[in-house]
């Protein structure tokens, strides 16, 4: 009995995955709300954007809008996934491993499935301000060509956070190719970084004419053709159309070849490469568990098995590589485009806090045995914080040493390691009683960028809600910097210190207190549903 | 182990409807149930993994979610259905409980040697447990609800997934342990097992305990199964169905 099963099923399972993991969960529709506001909000701020040059009537600034906006569109959906939210995996391939289906009908299925979501729809709606600023311009034709031009284009976002993500996570989870995966990333980042430094570059100088032949250039490579053709039409270049539609056609189809690769392994290879390392170790089972330095106590056990699954847990490490990526490649970008890099500063501090928002769903059901025998809350917490601590400090400092060079100001160093140790203190502050209230499960699948079903964007952009308001609440201390910056390059160290302590006293101090109280709960938050 | 009038419902279903149990000190108690009856969910609330709606648990006379961790102390557990951290390998997993129950080091290192070689599990075996069999997976965590010698074990189907010749060892340290005073009490859906090793048994089904006391009280004249099967309800055979099988 195999008859034909078209994408319907795949969207149809999606939506009712959604719909079952919020049914009866107040915390999880609260969520979800949430992270349909922000898409909304989202959609309105994009559309109208999209829209202006089309209300100033000028053909000249769309034709440089257009493209470069469509292709940040797309490059967001690459970066996004990868940093912040991670990709619903609702549907994990893995699952459909036994049906007997084609490859080419899972992957339409999962490609409609993964464009029935709010984030695309916010997409959609956004991009829709550029058929308004076409219609406009050109009149119904063009927006008519325009119109299939943003479909084209949604449809290469989602295939490209959908490869891209996928292509990582198959590379991450064979424990041999992590190396691999770690240098081709840091490769990927470092191919972005310059281009960016140049574009930035170029914003700066407010040169429109470079700005519009940038755009050109990028009208007719696939992250802004799609964007492009409406306009084509409009400027009377309707002969352009056909060439570019060809050529996000290509750029989708080899995208979506690419996904079907490396899901097919994902497929056939989670078992993973279960390396046996036989050399067997004479040393005694605490000196094992221990990190040399660590003291033989319960902290210290609890301190060396956190850094052991810092880097042990493909989703933690995931998280490691990618924010020590963005720690030096932030300073880098917005240091050369603005001539105060404080406010990057604050911002890469508590974005390294944010890893430990859902500390608890990297562990899952593992932190029964952590319940069991009875781990007071503060030693907890304090142990847990340690260990990223002692990941963090040495990249916030690599960051410090950057933007003092950067800003070819080495005396800078202390004053600005204490504006990113402030902003870590404080960001952990929230973060901490943020892991143990807003806990949730992540789903047992070997993908590391992988969320469970139900508001998944919802919990990226709590998350994006907690940077803000840590970098709210490290704002003080950035003024303080700013109006005694002769001082500040003296006090600005131990001051940054004892904010950043202060808020994580605070904050940390909270977190113990409520783990103590709700330890079975928050066991059953990260238990994934079976 | 003393449990009185646990309760538990999730959303609109009651998962245990008011489950009283005495577990007298040094018996060898078993937990009895079809899939889905409640053993898990009652033995989560007897160690404080689960929050009850109702009712209260006594461990060796130490309330265990007023007094967690006077209870606790005194208690081994080995979950079902719930992961170890298993990016650890063996030892360090053993080197971890032993260090988080406050131990010394020169005694968990000692402990921990003993255990690793008694279950055939290696002392110096450095693969991580998550690379290890299901089998392997139940005598590691077996070993780290042994290591800080509880005078009380809840076991949650111990002897699943584990070949003939492991359940066999590990009958016998579990034997060995009430010998010496120890309270065992385990679940499982398997009768010759419960039959070969417990004193005591208790029946439950759909959140309710059924019967419980003494195993001979409970088994009468007949098998365990038959009364299981008679307690329990539920077809054991088809008729005219499956034909096309």
Known sequence: MTGKVGAWPFVRLKLRLTANGLRGRSSRIALFVLGALFAGFFAIVGYSSFAIPGVADSLFAAESALPLGGAALV???????????????????????????????????????????????????????????????????????????????????????????????????????????????????????????????????????????????????????????????????????????????????????????????????????????????????????????????????????????????????????????????????????????????????????????????????????????????????????????????????????????????????????????????????????????????????????????????????????????????????????????????????????????????????????????????????????? | MSLGGLVKRFDTKLAVAGVSLEVPAGSFYGLLGPNGAGKTTTLSMAVGLLRPDEGRALLLGYDVWADPTAAKARLGVLPDGVRLFDRLTGPELLGYHGLLRGMDAATVDQRARELLEVLELGAGNRTLVVDYSAGMKKKIGLACALLHAPRLLVLDEPFEAVDPVSAALIRDILQRYVAGGGTVVFSSHVMEIVERLCDHVAIMSSGVLRMHGPLDQVRGDKSLEEVFVQVVGGRVATGSELAWL
């Open chain 1, 75 to 530: 490059l967001g959906w690459l970066f996004l996934p990868l940093v912040f939210f991670g990709v619903d995996e609702s549907l994990d391939p893995a699952r459909f491993a036994l049906l007997p289906l084609h490859r080419r009908t899972l992957i339409t299925g999962l490609f409609a499935a993964a464009l029935a979501g709010l984030p695309a729809l916010a997409t959609l709606v956004a991009s829709a301000g550029m058929v308004d600023t076409v219609a406009r311009l050109g009149g119904p034709a063009a927006a008519g060509v325009q119109a299939v031009g943003i479909l084209l284009g949604l449809l290469l976002c989602v295939a490209v956070s959908r490869a891209v993500t996928s292509a990582f996570a198959t590379a991450l989870r064979s424990r041999r190719s992590r190396d691999l995966a770690a240098i081709s990333l840091a490769l990927l980042a470092a191919a972005i970084g310059p281009l960016q430094l140049a574009a930035l570059a170029g914003a700066q100088r407010a040169d429109w004419d470079t700005v519009a032949s940038v755009s050109r250039v990028v009208a007719w490579t696939p992250l802004g053709a799609p964007y492009s053709i409406g306009l084509d039409v409009a400027a009377g270049r309707a002969w352009q159309v056909p060439l570019k539609l060809l050529i996000s056609l290509a750029a989708i189809a080899a995208l979506l070849w690419w996904w079907s690769r490396t899901v097919e392994s994902a497929m056939v290879g989670t078992a993973g490469s279960s390396t046996n390392r036989t050399s067997a170790s004479t040393r005694s089972p605490v000196d094992l568990l221990l990190l040399r330095w660590a003291p033989r106590t319960r902290f210290g056990a609890l301190v060396s098995r956190e850094i052991r699954y810092w880097w042990r847990d493909a989703r933690r490490r995931a998280n490691l590589i990618t924010f020590s990526i963005a720690s030096l490649f932030l300073p880098i970008s917005l240091a050369v485009s603005t001539s105060s890099p404080g406010g990057t500063t604050i911002f890469v501090g508590v974005l390294a806090a944010l890893a430990l928002a859902n500390q608890f769903g990297f562990d899952g059901t593992a932190y029964a045995a952590n319940i069991t025998t009875g781990v007071p809350g503060r030693v907890e917490i304090n142990a847990r914080a340690v260990a990223h601590a002692i990941y963090t400090i040495p990249m916030l400092l690599a960051t410090a040493t950057l933007i003092a060079v950067l800003s070819a100001d080495p005396a800078r160093l202390a004053g600005t390691l204490g504006l990113l140790l402030a902003a870590y203190g404080v960001g952990l502050g929230l973060v901490l009683p943020l892991s143990i209230r807003a806990a949730y499960a992540l789903p047992d699948t070997p993908n590391p960028f992988a969320m469970s079903s139900g508001g998944g964007a919802a919990k990226g952009f709590l998350t994006l809600a907690v940077l803000l308001a840590g970098v709210v609440v490290s704002l003080p201390l950035q003024l303080i910097a700013l109006f005694t910056a002769p001082v500040w390059l003296w006090i600005g160290l131990p001051a940054g210190i004892a904010y950043g302590a202060a808020g994580y006293l605070i904050g940390s101090g909270i977190a113990a207190d409520q783990l103590d109280k709700r330890m079975p709960e928050l066991l059953a938050a990260v238990t994934p549903n079976r």
